[in-house]
């Protein structure tokens, strides 16, 4: 069985940095075409994607955040991490981790989201 | 950046009712396009991903179809627990992108 589960601070003031961590079980991020996204929801927006990392260690940034974001896994402790510098009461959301799968035989990958964490929320205030 | 849109915003149906939504993006994503259902509180859950295809363990009722840049979600018959937000998603090109949700309420 396949699981997510995200952690990180709940609370945090402006300009700091946060680090939320993603940890999972039922695969292994080094598999080839295992892959994990990071995505956020904001109160009363959409999804939006943040950064993904693949099992080759390729990694990819949401284009506005990109300066702010870095992502990066640990594979002997199965997680998958991301930090976040510069907060602002904007970046207030859930936010969650998911396993990103390939459809086989596809070029360029076809990647879909089979799996996701319930999320962690991230308040934003001083 | 490959950008996503979604009609209605949001619509109400009752149960038994046959619901479509659409998606559609600024440039050809081919059948990278996936959906989601969402719920408050929940995770977000796969429903359809290459457009067409039905992720295991999800309902008959729901189908995807749809290419290049347009893109539909029907429901054939609204479930009680079908009530949600969905979602569209481009895997073509990096960065992924979202569509801004539909939500389906209960008329």
């Known amino acids: 069985q396949v699981t997510l589960s995200e952690s990180g601070p709940a609370l945090v003031k402006p300009t700091q940095t946060v680090t939320l961590t993603c940890t999972f079980s039922?695969?292994?991020?080094?598999?080839?075409?295992?892959?994990v996204s990071w995505i956020r929801q904001s109160p009363g927006k959409a999804l939006e994607w943040l950064a993904h990392?693949?099992?080759?260690?390729?990694?990819h940034y949401s284009t506005s955040l990109r300066t702010r974001l870095t992502i990066s896994k640990d594979t002997s402790k199965n997680q998958v991490v991301l930090t976040m510098t510069n907060l602002d009461p904007v970046d207030t959301a859930t936010y969650y981790c998911?396993?990103?799968?390939?459809?086989?035989?596809?070029?360029?990958?076809?990647?879909?989201?089979?799996?996701w964490g319930k999320g962690t929320t991230v308040t934003v205030s001083s | 950046e490959i950008q996503m849109t979604q009609s209605p915003s949001s619509l109400s149906a009752s149960v038994g009712d046959s619901v479509t939504i659409t998606c559609r993006a600024s440039?050809?994503?081919?059948?990278?396009l996936n959906w989601y259902q969402h719920k408050p509180g929940k995770a977000p859950k796969l429903l359809i991903y290459?457009?067409?295809t039905l992720q295991s363990d999800v309902p008959s009722r729901f189908s995807g179809s749809g290419s290049r840049r347009d893109f539909t979600l029907t429901i054939s018959s609204l479930q009680p627990e079908d009530f949600a937000t969905y979602s569209c998603?481009?895997?073509?090109?990096?960065?992924?992108?979202f569509g801004p949700g539909t939500k389906v309420e209960i008329e």
């Open positions: 998911a396993r990103v799968m390939i459809v086989p035989g596809t070029a360029p990958y076809n990647y879909y989201m089979d799996v």
């Open positions: 039922g695969f292994s991020v080094t598999t080839p075409g295992m892959c």
């Open positions: 990392i693949n099992w080759d260690d390729d990694k």
């Open positions: 440039q050809s994503v081919g059948n990278y």
């Open positions: 290459a457009a067409s």
């Open positions: 998603q481009q895997t073509y090109s990096m960065p992924f992108t």
